[in-house]
């Protein structure tokens, strides 16, 4: 599939993401409070929304040169 991305995350990184992503789900949902995430947290989330920027073809920053 041409439009198909993969991205492989360890286990942590996984766990951070799910997390997050049913978080924010219950908080839009449900008005439920969110977590404020460890600094270990955000720093594996946001290698995966570089990583992801990356794959979709966009700058992780505005001096991303990566692309
Ligand atoms: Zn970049």
Request: hydrophobic share 35%; glycine share 6%.
């Amino acid at each position: 599939m041409d439009s198909e991305i993969v991205l492989r995350l360890d286990r942590k990184t996984a766990e951070d993401l799910y997390g997050t992503l049913y978080e924010v789900g219950e908080h839009i949902a449900a008005g439920a409070p969110m977590t404020p995430p460890t600094h270990d947290e955000v720093e594996r989330l946001a290698q995966v929304l570089r990583d992801l920027a990356h794959s979709l073809g966009r700058r992780c920053n505005p001096y991303c040169d990566h692309v």
